[in-house]
Antibody, heavy 118, light 107 residues
Framework: EVQLVESGGGLVQPGGSLRLSCAASGLTVRSNYMSWVRQAPGKGLEWVSVIYSGGSTYHADSVKGRFTISGDNSKNTLYLQMNSLRAEDTAVYYC????????????WGKGTTVTVSS | DIQMSQSPSSLSASVGDRVTITCRAS??????LNWYQQKPGKPPKLLIYAASSLLSGVPSRFSGSGSGTDFTLTISSLQPEDFATYYCQQSYSTPWTFGQGTKVEIK
């Protein structure tokens, strides 16, 4: 069964850091395009970051310079390192798989919640 | 960045109705347009990819059309399980972007 399981969310103070993990089973992280998408409470979906199968990474302007996406092939796990967190980063963070360059996201995790508050 | 605009933002419909949701891109995105359904507390679910390709397992009452800047998601006969929020997403260029969503509610 293809599955993505996020972890690492929690409560963090403004300016703090957090690392989210997304453990994959039934698919290989390094062979796919892997993304993070977030959803603030009561709001719509916001794409955050993607790592291509070749290793290139891209980030939304709202997180550029603060968030870093990466993958660990040995653990088949996707990460999102989040630094300098702000209240507006409060959201449910989903990881998702795109099987290729067409860019649709066909496998999603259930999400992990990040709350940035003092 | 490519902006995606959906209309309407919400709609009320009855079971059996034909429902159409529109998505417009701020520049041409060819057919790099995907549609998702999301229910409260759940992750999004892919319905349509590449503008008109139905994902395997998705009911045939869902269909997508369009290219360039204007796209449509159609539900031919609304079912009780279709009441949800629908999002379009462009994957033509990064940053990938979503529309603001269309909430389909029971009339």
């Amino acid at each position: 069964e293809v599955q993505l399981v996020e972890s690492g969310g929690g409560l963090v103070q403004p300016g703090g850091s957090l690392r989210l993990s997304c453990a994959a089973s039934g698919l290989t992280v390094r062979s796919n395009y892997m993304s993070w998408v977030r959803q603030a409470p009561g709001k719509g979906l916001e794409w955050v970051s993607v790592i291509y199968s070749g290793g290139s990474t891209y980030h939304a302007d709202s997180v550029k310079g603060r968030f870093t996406i990466s993958g660990d092939n040995s653990k088949n796990t996707l990460y999102l390192q989040m630094n300098s967190l702000r209240a507006e980063d409060t959201a449910v963070y989903y990881c998702a798989r795109s099987p290729g360059a067409i860019g649709y996201m066909d496998v999603w995790g259930k999400g992990t919640t990040v709350t940035v508050s003092s | 960045d490519i902006q995606m605009s959906q209309s309407p933002s919400s709609l009320s419909a009855s079971v059996g109705d034909r429902v159409t949701i529109t998505c417009r891109a701020s520049q041409s995105i060819s057919t790099y347009l995907n549609w998702y359904q999301q229910k409260p507390g759940k992750p999004p679910k892919l319905l349509i990819y590449a503008a008109s390709s139905l994902l395997s397992g998705v009911p045939s009452r869902f269909s997508g059309s369009g290219s360039g800047t204007d796209f449509t998601l159609t539900i031919s006969s609304l079912q009780p399980e279709d009441f949800a929020t629908y999002y379009c997403q462009q994957s033509y260029s990064t940053p990938w972007t979503f529309g603001q969503g269309t909430k389909v509610e029971i009339k």
